[in-house]
């Protein structure tokens, strides 16, 4: 069975005797993704219903990061620190 691990920003497919297959880019979104398909795996295989129902609802909250991740990507925040009296600028 090959297996698929995380380094920072990159996923690697690996086969059985450890040689990497293949290494992909990841983008912030997908990085959550791929958490929430581990967790949804774990939800498959466990026993307890409680605990399959974490796992699920666990892989949901990490789907909302993935979409949340991808909005704040695109996101530009312009602001200026607002000034003391005595150091404001004069016009």
């Not at 880019?25 to 295989?45: I, M, N, P, S, W």
């Amino acid at each position: 069975m090959h297996k698929i691990y995380r380094e920072p920003n990159l996923l690697c497919w690996v086969s059985d005797d450890g040689g990497v297959l293949a290494r992909f880019g990841v983008a912030t979104g997908d990085k959550y993704r791929a958490r929430a398909l581990e967790l949804l795996a774990q939800a498959e295989t466990a026993t307890d219903a409680e605990a399959r129902a974490k796992f699920e609802n666990l892989a949901a909250a990490f789907l909302r990061l993935a979409i949340q991740a991808e909005r704040n990507e695109g996101l530009v925040i312009d602001f200026e620190l607002p000034y003391e009296d005595d150091k404001k600028p004069k016009h």
